[in-house]
């Protein structure tokens, strides 16, 4: 695997997991399953970033955003599996947000005030949002959903009792 990125390592790395003789824990992971795992690594990113802040250390910062990573790559790699989208179609997805989103950095338009550029990029928004308003609907459950997993990650951890 010379020459192989770090990105593809991992992927195959989950593909090896989830394969026929992968880890059976990893075999049967579904979207819905990984919500708590999601979750709390998001958490730790945040202790990751605290950590440095306070200290200087970046080191689990650095650990926390691979676990995070992870996630993304596994449910990358479910969807594949699913026929739905690729890691790489995740990238696209998100670097194409960030190009359409700063054209005052990746084209020549110019803003003359910080308004103008804040308005600017709520109109591009709102245009990628066209058709598809339903989806903040699901917004509130999933806020919802996600304090109660971070209140059972706590409990897991030892922070919080019932």
Not at 17 to 42: F, M, Y
Not at 80 to 86: D, I, N
Not at 131 to 137: F, L
């Amino acid at each position: 695997m010379k020459n192989t990125s770090q990105i593809e390592r991992l992927k195959k790395i989950v593909e090896t997991l989830r394969s026929e003789n992968g880890c059976p824990w990893d075999k049967v992971q579904t979207h819905t399953s990984l919500k708590a795992g999601c979750i709390e690594e998001a958490a730790e990113v945040i202790g990751g970033i605290n950590i440095l802040d306070e200290t200087g250390d970046a080191e689990n910062l650095k650990e926390e955003l691979g676990d995070l990573l992870l996630q993304v790559m596994f449910h990358s790699v479910i969807a594949e599996e699913e026929g739905l989208f690729t890691f790489e179609d995740v990238a696209k997805t998100v670097a194409d947000k960030m190009e359409r989103r700063h054209p005052h950095v990746f084209t020549d338009v110019k803003f003359e005030t910080e308004e103008e550029l804040h308005a600017a990029w709520a109109e591009i928004k709102k245009q990628e949002k066209a058709g598809k308003e339903w989806h903040a609907d699901y917004l509130f459950g999933a806020f919802e959903e996600a304090h109660d997993l971070i209140d059972k990650a706590q409990e897991r951890k030892g922070f919080k009792t019932s």
